[in-house]
């Protein structure tokens, strides 16, 4: 029997609304008015005009709200998933830290039940344990194909050789090298998927 191939999947903006739940948890405390179209960069500071600390601050108090733990999934997310999940093997590649794996679990089977065989958190933000790389994660495990929305963690795995879908997003414009395929929607990914075949 042939082995699965191994997709890779980011969690935040990816697979769930991250920012834009961030967005609306955001302008209730603060009152404020952004949207997700309003995040230029990952550096959240320079769209809400504070310091690092205070961004960072707020982010973690956002991780522990009942906004982000009921944050939808990405349009097209859950359906497109549910069709890989038919010839692929699926996993979670998230850089949240692994204090959240409880929440973070149970929000994937609320909305992805049974359909990823794993969750791998990197501890990149602000996780007190083992800070891994997604490079590293998708090493560990053999992943052929790799999909996020940050260029940093895109390049960092196409630099192993990988396939990697650049999720489409205002905070990711940058260029990006010929060996990362920027992807517009689920439909865009299943597209690419088709072609692999």
């Avoid at 205070?54 to 349009?75: G, K, M, T």
């Avoid at 790799?146 to 489409?168: M, P, Q, Y």
């Amino acid at each position: 029997m042939e082995k699965q191939k191994i997709i890779g999947i980011d969690l935040d903006d990816v697979l769930l609304d991250f920012n834009g739940a961030l967005c609306e948890f955001h302008n209730a405390i603060y009152g404020t008015s952004y949207s997700r179209k309003d995040i230029l960069s990952y550096d959240l500071e320079n769209t809400w005009g504070c310091s690092r600390d205070d961004a960072i601050r707020r982010i973690l108090e956002f991780y522990n709200s009942d906004v982000h733990y009921n944050a939808q999934p990405v349009e097209g997310a859950t359906e497109a998933v549910r069709e890989l999940s038919k010839n692929y093997l699926l996993v979670v590649i998230t850089s949240k830290p692994s204090y959240l794996a409880e929440r973070t679990t149970s929000w994937l089977e609320k909305y992805y039940s049974g359909l990823f065989s794993g969750v791998y958190f990197t501890n990149q933000f602000h996780g007190d344990g083992i800070k891994r790389t997604k490079a590293g994660v998708c090493n560990e495990l053999g992943v052929e194909i790799f999909i996020d929305d940050s260029v940093a963690h895109a390049l960092e795995v196409a630099d192993t050789g990988r396939k990697v879908w650049l999720f489409n997003t205002p905070w990711n414009q940058d260029p990006i090298p010929s060996h990362i395929t920027r992807v517009y929607s689920w439909t865009d990914v299943l597209e690419h998927i088709r072609n692999e075949r």
